[in-house]
T-cell receptor, first 115, second 114 residues
Framework: EPEVTQTPSHQVTQMGQEVILRCVPI?????FYWYRQILGQKVEFLVS????????KSEIFDDQFSVERPDGSNFTLKIRSTKLEDSAMYFC?????????????FGPGTRLLVL | GDSVTQMEGPVTLSEEAFLTINCTYT??????LFWYVQYPGEGLQLLLK?????DKGSNKGFEATYRKETTSFHLEKGSVQVSDSAVYFC?????????????FGIGTKLQVIP
């Protein structure tokens, strides 16, 4: 069964460094998402992406964050200058048509630790 | 905005006990409802879903019924196993500005002891 994959599974970085989290959505899906889960808290929406542009973003997704689909398969989340509070699990998700009732498929997550 | 409220855990049950995890929602539109499960060290997996009122989603012995009148989607299982130990997230999806968006509850940790 097709699945969403994410790399790396874990990343440790120093505060102020740039990180890029990578995702490979399911191949025929058209809508892509990033979510964040701070340890012990709920999963929060960060951004959605369709047709090579951001369709919606949350207030968490400030100027330090950016997303890109550099080729036909990868979908990346970049954090320009990491802060301690960026430590979280980051999930990528994708969906085919974005229709009502469609299931979003999630990747296994990247655990980011900012020291 | 849309929101999901689910009971705080952790919930500790003995094997073969009956499980209920409560979930209620508020939404401006007509959402679809989901339960996702997160096993230790893993990502989010869809457990079950329901897309319209009175629909029942079911999978692996778990069930939840979409109750529009009470805006609820409670998760139930008749006899839990140790392997069901995980965090369970209630979620809704709705179309917002033309795009689908998922809103999650806080998650309920279930621990099943032999």
């Amino acid at each position: 069964e097709p699945e969403v994959t994410q790399t790396p599974s874990h990343q440790v970085t120093q505060m102020g460094q740039e990180v890029i989290l990578r995702c490979v959505p399911i191949s025929n899906h058209l809508y892509f998402y990033w979510y964040r889960q701070i340890l012990g808290q709920k999963v929060e929406f960060l951004v959605s992406f369709y047709n090579n542009e951001i369709s919606e973003k949350s207030e968490i997704f400030d100027d330090q964050f950016s997303v890109e689909r550099p080729d036909g398969s990868n979908f990346t989340l970049k954090i320009r200058s990491t802060k301690l509070e960026d430590s979280a699990m980051y999930f990528c998700a994708s969906i085919m048509e974005g229709q009502r009732g469609e299931t979003q498929y999630f990747g296994p997550g990247t655990r980011l630790l900012v020291l | 905005g849309d929101s999901v409220t689910q009971m705080e855990g952790p919930v500790t049950l003995s094997e073969e006990a009956f499980l209920t995890i409560n979930c209620t929602y508020t939404a401006t539109g007509y959402p679809s409802l989901f339960w996702y499960v997160q096993y230790p060290g893993e990502g989010l997996q869809l457990l079950l879903k329901a897309t319209k009122a009175d629909d029942k989603g079911s999978n692996k012995g778990f069930e939840a019924t979409y109750r529009k009148e009470t805006t609820s989607f409670h998760l139930e299982k008749g006899s839990v196993q140790v392997s069901d130990s995980a965090v369970y997230f209630c979620a809704l999806s709705a179309i917002s500005g033309g795009y689908q968006k998922v809103t999650f509850g806080i998650g309920t940790k279930l621990q099943v002891i032999p």
